[in-house]
């Protein structure tokens, strides 16, 4: 009898998770579809009106008395949801992405989200045709963010690497906010720079993963506050997720105050990082002082160690990370070799100016053209 209750408990237990997985995935796929077809909506929306005020030759003033009784109508039909500010925001979209090539390409799409669930709109007659398109991968509200984005190539890069590694709303923003795009490209040369654009982050090497500087304001310590090399670390291991992000693509976490021995010493490397789309380990050492030639030097004895006593024999080379408040450039290239897998990267505990970095990216592409022209 026992063995009879357990025997149907346990094909109980196997059915519902069957059914359980079944349902999950049915309703992820609706939300997919109903996302999906929110965006193409509002680009339809979008369209309808720049065509009307294009048609009409109307004058700015009397476009928006128009979109005003528009919303009052629709509203009226409709419910909320439908302000002069909605339906603006669509004619903003439409402009902006009516110009554009899509910059995810099919092939770029995982197959469960390839399937034609959603259809756009043809430029046909009534408009109810639907021909199959992937035009747009991400959610209305994602679009709504990246319209606000001036530069062409940066809204193309965030939208690549919202898309690829499926930033959610607020992941999407601070991104924007904190210049990601801005600071990976003052890290790159020119050709990887016009990469971005098209391709997103694309890690192949180890300067791939670099950005100047690492922006840390989620951790909540105060740059004008009193802290540790060991309240930093503690700061970012409580926010781990959040500092793997921002690291970039590919990371894991290994260990904190990873303790190796070498002739009866103890060392300790604070955080011990895993690059998979490397296929490296990545040591990263806090620095809160003026970066000094000793501190380098004892990141080389880190990263020997691993590559001589840690790494596999088809793992790449380790490669070291100075994580410091204030770095040396010069002290870094006189003391390290040409080809080193050392790097020292600064840190902010806040939101870098995105004014000024937008300014430092456009002088040193003008630098670049000049070179060419000389």
């Given at each position: 009898?026992?063995?009879?209750v357990?025997?149907?408990e ?27 077809a ?28 128009v ?65 199959l398109n ?11 963010i990246?319209?606000h ?6 809204r193309?890069?965030?939208?690549i ?21 801005e ?45 540790s ?16 992000l ?39 050492d ?34 070291g990370?100075l ?50 022209e000389?």
């Open positions: 009898m026992a063995n009879e357990a025997t149907i346990t094909r109980a237990t196997q059915l519902a998770e069957k059914i359980e997985v079944l349902v999950t995935e049915a309703r992820q796929k609706v939300a997919s579809v109903a996302n999906t929110q965006v193409y909506t509002y680009y339809e929306i979008g369209r309808y009106i720049v065509e009307d005020e294009q048609g009409g030759k109307v004058r700015a003033e009397y476009g928006k008395g979109l005003k009784r528009v919303s009052e109508r629709l509203t009226e039909r409709l419910g909320k949801g439908w302000s002069v500010d909605t339906l603006e925001n669509a004619r903003n979209f439409y402009n902006i992405y009516a110009k554009s090539e899509p910059v995810v390409r099919k092939s770029d799409v995982p197959i469960e989200k390839s399937e034609p669930a959603v259809r756009n709109l043809e430029t046909t007659g009534n408009r109810n045709q639907w021909s992937q035009r747009f991968t991400l959610p209305w509200s994602h679009y709504q990246l319209t984005v001036k530069d062409s190539e940066a193309s890069f965030y939208e690497e919202a898309f690829k590694l499926q930033w959610s709303k607020r992941q999407l923003q601070r991104q924007i906010g904190s210049g990601l795009y600071r990976l490209a003052l890290s790159r040369d020119k050709d990887e720079v016009m990469r971005l654009a098209t391709e997103g982050q694309v890690v192949e090497k180890p300067s791939d993963i670099l950005k100047d500087p690492v922006v840390l304001e989620f951790i909540g310590l105060k740059s004008d506050a009193s802290y090399e060991s309240d930093l670390e503690s700061a970012i291991i409580s926010r781990l997720q959040d500092f793997l921002e690291m970039g693509k590919g990371f894991l976490f290994e260990a904190r105050q990873k303790r190796f021995t070498f002739e009866e010493r103890h060392f300790y490397v604070d955080l011990v990082l895993y690059n998979r789309l490397l296929q490296c380990y990545v040591l990263v806090l620095k809160m002082d003026d970066l000094t030639h000793q501190d380098l030097g004892q990141m080389q004895m880190y990263v020997n160690y691993y590559d001589r006593f840690v790494k596999e024999d088809f793992e790449k080379p380790t490669i990370i994580l410091c408040e204030r770095k040396n450039d010069a002290l870094v290239e006189l003391t390290l070799p040409k080809d080193t897998n050392i790097y020292a990267q600064q840190y902010a505990l806040c939101l870098p100016d995105k004014a000024l970095l937008q300014q430092k990216l456009r002088e040193w592409i003008e630098e670049y053209r000049k070179e060419d000389a």
